[in-house]
């Protein structure tokens, strides 16, 4: 079966743009939870959906947000890109709640110019 | 503080030789998992564990609630097992995650 896709695989952005950021789970998971990692801070926990609803929400600015859709595909936004925001941000889905099973994607590289 | 701490930061072994990897943590957790990272970025989940052993292959891993401690094992490794691991867990307060800042791991032949 499918595992997690998230696209795009790079994206390069300017400071102060806005990007958005795509995660398909694998069918039948409906808990999907986005990460990002820089080399200075590793990975840190962003927020995760399940049942279309935000769930948790790690100490990230109000920059950064997501929505989960009906089909448990979740977008993740940042706005007013800043340097810092350079990172790979990678979503994993989970079956449930419990975190039973989570698969990671492969992630996203961005990088803000 | 951080939540989650890992021994060592970094690693070298040779092929054939038995790897430990350690990991603490602070918080009161409903899982920990132990996570692999190969250069390029790609995470694979190896284990979640809420009590006692698992084993997967030439993997093992054991955690201890009361000590708030978990082991990775990897018995003969191999050169194709360097990459990161790290280990993070999921708190029993609202499944918050939080993460060590990973072993990285290199087997030479």
């Known amino acids: 079966k499918a595992g997690v896709t998230q696209t795009p695989r790079y994206l390069i952005k300017t400071r102060g743009q806005q990007v958005t950021l795509s995660c398909s789970p694998i069918?039948?998971?409906?808990?999907v939870s986005w990460y990002q990692q820089t080399p200075g801070q590793g990975l840190q926990f962003l927020f995760e959906?399940?049942?279309?609803?935000?769930?948790n929400k790690g100490n990230f600015p109000g920059r950064f947000s997501g929505r989960q859709f009906s089909n448990s595909r979740s977008e993740m936004n940042v706005s007013t890109l800043e340097l810092g925001d350079s990172a790979l941000y990678l979503c994993?889905?989970?079956?449930?709640?419990?975190?039973?099973?989570?698969?990671f994607g492969s992630g996203t590289r961005l990088t803000v110019v | 503080k951080n939540e989650v701490e890992q021994s060592p930061q970094n690693l070298t072994a040779q092929e054939g030789e038995f790897i430990t990897i350690n990991c603490s943590y602070s918080?009161?957790?409903?899982?920990l998992h132990w996570l692999q990272q190969h250069p390029g970025g790609g995470i694979v989940s190896l284990f979640m564990?809420?009590?006692g052993k698992k084993k997967h292959g030439r993997l093992i891993a054991t955690i201890n609630i009361q000590e708030k401690h978990s082991s990775l094992h990897i018995t003969a490794s191999h050169p194709r097992d360097s990459a990161v691991y790290i280990c993070?867990?999921?708190?029993?307060?609202?499944?918050?995650?939080?993460f060590g800042t990973g072993t990285s791991l290199t087997v030479i032949p």
């Open positions: 959906y399940f049942s279309e609803t935000q769930r």
């Open positions: 069918s039948g998971h409906r808990s």
């Open positions: 993070a867990v999921s708190s029993n307060t609202g499944n918050q995650f939080y």
């Open positions: 918080v009161g957790i409903s899982a």
């Open positions: 564990l809420s009590s």
């Open positions: 994993a889905s989970s079956p449930n709640r419990q975190g039973d099973g989570y698969t």
